[in-house]
DNA sequence: TGACCTCATTTGTCAGGACATTATGATGTC
DNA sequence: GACATCATAATGTCCTGACAAATGAGGTCA
């Protein structure tokens, strides 16, 4: 039962010594080193072998508790989940899911410009009404067909974005490029039958059933970066969301 | 710009302190007594001031920034964020959600039966196909209003289940008190038109748009708890999911 | 045999200290 | 006046040490 990990450690790195063993460890569980149910060995004794201090070692453990990866029981002792759930709580765009699948994402921008925010869009965005902010409207498409119509403000002067690079990447991808930090996202998921307009752009017959999302996007300091209103068909998407209890 | 906030400590509670540290700022950024934007003392400081050592003050605001309240930054401080972020990442039932909204929840219970687990739902509860499931399907009033058809499979003997304790509370809470604790939840998100049965049931026309949720949820262990597959009226109901990044 | 108690094991909490790293504003130089 | 440099302040990392609390297993006693 005594996991019989090897752990590298360089002192010298900038790296924190608790991420270096929290990354060996997690890499050890990938490739099936540390089976789920197996149980690590106590804190004390990892601590010794390793040379390091027993709150290193339980910050390299709570990290990988946090991220739904081991289980810790006062007790018992420290064990790999059973099971195998999706670790993906990432703040992901449709972009990079649908790169990720392989899915050969493309973009049609239909409108970008910078005009004075409305009272609601104001107010998401925490600026005052009035304010000049960046609307953009998108068709995104994968595999050839059209998947998803975005519509996003954002406060301007948080990245040059051009209808040129927003054809050839994700909106996130360019925020973060730009040195914006996303950290949380707040969502609405509902469902609403096709208008017009959009069962046309979106080749879908009037009243077919379509996925909204309406997202705002906060950076480190809880300033809104980005508010979109998406709408996706329903017979080609649909989301992903993981949850994690601490 | 010193926030001059009082903390009370008991040291004879089995509350642990960094807890108790934690719980009062967070009410005192709830109050409004901190401000979104303002600074909290630097931790010696403020570990000082409590008479706790600096690693117990730390843990206590780590918790808070973790849960999306503070924002830490080197050199800088310890800030309250700005905007006002939804703050729910907890693994809730739509009963839990219905009645903190004050929408006065029911249920129906449709059916209510242990049967052998086909081959997929067996595959998703982590159990040899064949095994005896408990299966069940409740129809969900808001209102007065039918909101939801729920469908949900459970590995047998978890809880002891009974249709009259399942119209009177929700499958969470349930749960929970059987001793069940969640930690992982894993869902996907569509929508569909509505069929004939199903529009029946929840007093809409055929083709109207439903929500579509397929969930399933897990313990401590990683061990699956329960799988369920719900559809929820678009016209009355939305799904709100906050993501936070670390 | 079965219920209860005790004990070893392991994680949880807390203290106090040291040095590193980073952001910011003040200072000085060109 | 603009730019580079430096001091300061704050969090980040890491150490040692100690005791508390929960769990599970084994032994004891009725």
Redesign the interface.
């Known amino acids: 039962m005594t996991a019989n990990l090897a752990i590298d450690l360089d002192r010298s790195s900038p790296v924190p010594l608790y991420f270096q063993v929290a990354e060996q460890i997690s890499e050890a569980i990938r490739r099936g080193d540390l089976p789920?149910?197996s149980r690590l060995d106590n804190e004390i004794l990892l601590a010794d072998r390793l040379g390091l201090s027993r709150?290193t070692i339980r910050q390299a453990i709570q990290y990988l508790v946090?991220k739904?990866l081991l289980?810790r029981?006062r007790g018992v002792g420290t064990?790999v989940?059973?099971?195998q759930?999706?670790r993906s709580?990432?703040?992901t765009s449709l972009y990079d899911d649908l790169r990720r699948a392989g899915q050969e994402p493309a973009t049609r921008v239909l409108s970008l410009e910078s005009l004075p925010a409305e009272e609601e869009i104001a107010a998401v965005l925490?600026v005052p009404p009035g304010t000049e902010v960046l609307r953009m409207e998108r068709l995104r498409y994968a595999g050839g067909e059209p998947l998803a119509l975005l519509h996003n403000w954002l406060p301007s002067g948080l990245a040059p974005l051009a209808a040129e690079s927003l054809q050839e990447r994700g909106l996130y991808e360019l925020l973060r490029s730009a040195g914006v930090r996303?950290?949380?996202?707040?969502?609405?998921?509902?469902?609403?039958?096709a208008g017009a307009t959009e069962a046309r752009l979106l080749d879908e017959r009037r009243?077919?059933?379509?996925?909204?999302m309406v997202r705002t996007t906060?950076d480190?300091?809880?300033?809104?970066v980005e508010h979109g209103s998406h709408v996706y068909r329903?017979?080609h998407?649909?989301?992903?969301?993981?949850?994690?209890?601490?």
Do not use: C, F, W
């Open positions: 789920p149910g709150p946090d739904g289980v029981k064990q989940v059973h099971g759930v999706k709580v990432e703040l925490g996303m950290r949380v996202a707040n969502q609405r998921i509902g469902a609403r039958a009243g077919a059933p379509l996925l909204t906060y480190d300091q809880g300033r809104a329903a017979s998407y649909s989301l992903e969301v993981t949850l994690i209890e601490r």
